[in-house]
């Protein structure tokens, strides 16, 4: 009885009056393409209703035809199916709730942990914050990897592109980063948007990051492999959206597109069958525009607009290291630096393998703190002094004192960038190695030993001198007394060595 | 002219044609169209024409959907209705489905009207088993 009034009740609450629909119907059917007939009135990105609850979204409007792409399985539509209007602009949900979820483009959970409610919609599509809406980049992203945070230093609200050849860690790069925002005091909502990937490879992400913890702040968007093109070219929209969402709320986000080049694959795919123009490349005329207005949506608010950021790290993959490519070249110049990827310097063992030279970031060092601007300020002199040297001293067997001593800080220099994946470092302990560094600390310690010697540093720290990292960590300076005192703690690490060792420096 | 343009020319001679009511004008009025597309050279887009105007007549069509036969007042009166809400189409083709049960359907190019009892039976059911 209680069932029957309860239908009742919902059978009466139905709107049950008769409505005018606007429809059109399917003339042919393409790899997720649908060019339709009628929908007179409908609007550019509008989504669309096909049968079975399909959505679609109008991209082309024509005279007589409009072209829509299929988010669904389209090997189920046929020509002469009714196509409905819906009046909405593709949205998808946004909020708290999806931390923590593996989501679709669409918003759909797909991490079997069951529906989510939603209460917040956002347009997939959406005007990035004026000029005056924005202010400068002025806090820093700390990825947790030496080599960034000293050489290319990453604000909060940039723009950076990681790329490199198939054989290069881009995603590793990009994960790291997201690790380390674990115990960041101001920590960003992680949004990692995988386009294109084998499922069993995102899979794998997901397993680092939940190992590390890092899922309790991250969200993962994904398009995999198998999904339709329509897919893959929402995605990194849709992750936009939803990192928009929290960077209304005065949050900061850290989005990794990865990777931008099947997203241009898609958006080309999706572009030859709707027979518009192709370019060059066969790529359709927008392709710039394509990338242009989804990173624009990245920056930093200003105060009156709540302050929140959205650091963006496209991740594109090259072609023989060819960045003078079509998409890598765009991409370089809508972003605000880039981090290459070299081929030769993993093969010579690297990790990572940035390649100092080629990479630059062009707002983040307003952001760096001063203590790791004290430290690193002669790094990349040091560093780019020695790379030239090594080159052309490859084959000499004898070189003047100056130049070998050059060449062995150099050499321990790098060593001590060299950090293995899913180790990000704190900070304060970056500062701290690469004073040991660039003060001449490791000049007489042998090369093979310079990773102990820093596992032993930080160690000694942590136990012994733990106020010297509070210092570091707390005024994000290194002021004359705490210089001192790092310095002499070095000194006491490194009497230990050379007693040990009993070596002279090497050579 | 773009070619679309032309083929649109094409459709609105095919349609003063076939509102003709003499045959020997009809027929007069599309051998003129045929002779100017030979002498142009564009006979090519014949195919294109004929597809066209094909889509132009199902546009204009509209499909009026039944489940028994409708008294003639209901239908003179759904008739009237539907020539001044749809200015574009005439309603030229009446069917019979009897899966419907009961109501009407009514069918343009543009613009849907279910008025049926298996269209309110679906809504029902949709809304009952959408989780919100």
Not at chain 1, 32 to 42: A, C, D, E, P, T
Request: glycine fraction near 6%; proline fraction near 4%; aromatic fraction near 6%.
């Amino acid at each position: 009885m209680e069932i029957a009034e309860y239908l009742k009740k919902e059978i009466d609450r139905l709107a049950t009056e008769v409505k005018v629909e606007e429809i059109g119907e399917v003339l042919e059917v393409k790899d997720g393409i649908v060019k339709i007939s009628g929908l007179k009135n409908v609007k550019s990105m509008e989504v669309l209703e096909f049968k079975e609850k399909i959505l679609g979204l109008a991209v082309n409007l024509e005279r007589d035809e409009v072209g829509a792409i299929v988010f669904g399985d389209y090997s189920k539509l046929k020509e002469g199916d009714i196509v409905k209007r819906t009046n909405k602009i593709l949205s998808v949900p946004v909020g708290e709730v999806l931390i923590g979820r593996v989501v679709n483009p669409l918003g759909k959970p797909i991490d079997g942990k069951g529906d989510v409610s939603y209460k917040e919609f956002y347009p997939i599509e959406r005007i990035a914050p004026s000029v005056i809406e924005r202010e400068p980049v002025n806090f820093p992203l700390h990825t947790g990897i030496k080599v960034l945070d000293a050489l290319i230093p990453i604000g909060r609200g940039q723009r950076e592109l990681i790329l490199g050849d198939n054989i290069t860690d881009r995603t590793g790069l990009a994960i790291d980063a997201i690790i380390n925002q674990k115990n960041e005091p101001k920590r960003p909502v992680c949004i990692y948007v995988a386009i294109g990937y084998k499922r069993m490879e995102v899979a794998r992400i997901i397993k680092t990051l939940k190992k590390h913890k890092a899922t309790d702040y991250t969200i993962v968007v994904c398009a995999s492999a198998s999904d339709p093109s329509s897919l893959w070219y929402l995605a990194p929209y849709a992750g936009c959206a939803m990192g928009e969402y929290f960077m209304d709320k005065g949050k900061d986000v850290l989005i990794v597109y990865d990777e931008l080049g099947r997203h241009a694959y898609a958006w080309r795919e999706i572009s030859l069958i709707l027979r518009r123009p192709p370019g060059r490349e066969a790529y359709p005329g927008d392709i710039f525009y394509l990338h242009s207005r989804l990173l624009e949506r990245a920056g930093k608010l200003s105060k009156e607009k709540g302050g929140g950021s959205m650091t963006a790290f496209p991740i594109l993959q090259t072609q023989a290291g060819d960045v003078t490519a079509y998409i890598p070249t765009n991409l370089i110049s809508i972003c605000d630096g880039q981090i290459i990827m070299d081929t030769e310097l993993r093969l010579s063992g690297q990790r990572p393998e940035v390649n100092i030279g080629l990479s630059v970031s062009r707002v983040g060092s307003n952001a760096q703190t001063k203590a790791m601007k004290k430290v690193a300020g002669k790094l990349k002199l040091e560093i780019a002094q020695f790379q030239e040297l090594e080159r052309f001293l490859g084959f000499a067997e004898e070189v003047d004192e100056e130049t070998r001593k050059r060449l062995e800080r150099g050499k321990r220099l790098r060593e001590i960038l060299k950090q293995e994946r899913g180790t990000p470092l704190p900070f304060e302990k970056q500062v701290a190695i690469i004073f040991a560094g660039t003060r001449g600390f490791l000049d007489k310690i042998k090369l093979d030993q310079v990773k102990r010697f820093e596992r032993d540093l930080f160690l000694y720290l942590e136990n012994q001198k733990p106020d010297i990292l509070r210092k570091i960590r707390e005024t994000k300076d290194l002021d004359k007394e705490t210089e001192e005192d790092l310095r002499k703690a070095i000194e006491e690490v490194r009497r230990r060595y050379i007693n040990l060792t009993n070596s002279s420096p090497t050579g | 002219m773009s070619m679309e343009d032309q083929v649109e020319k094409c459709i609105k001679i095919l349609d003063k044609a076939a509102k003709e009511k003499e045959e020997w004008r009809k027929e007069r009025m599309i051998k003129d169209m045929i002779e100017v597309l030979r002498r142009k050279r564009k006979l090519y887009l014949l195919p294109r024409i004929l597809k066209a105007y094909q889509r132009y007549l199902k546009r204009k069509k509209g499909i009026l959907v039944f489940a028994r036969e409708p008294d003639r007042e209901v239908l003179e009166k759904i008739k009237t209705t539907f020539r001044d809400v749809f200015q574009e189409s005439q309603m030229t083709e009446m069917k019979i489905n009897k899966d419907i049960l009961g109501g009407f359907i009514i069918k343009t190019e543009n613009f849907l009207i279910d008025a049926s009892i298996r269209g309110l039976l679906q809504k029902v059911e949709e809304e009952l088993t959408t989780y919100n």
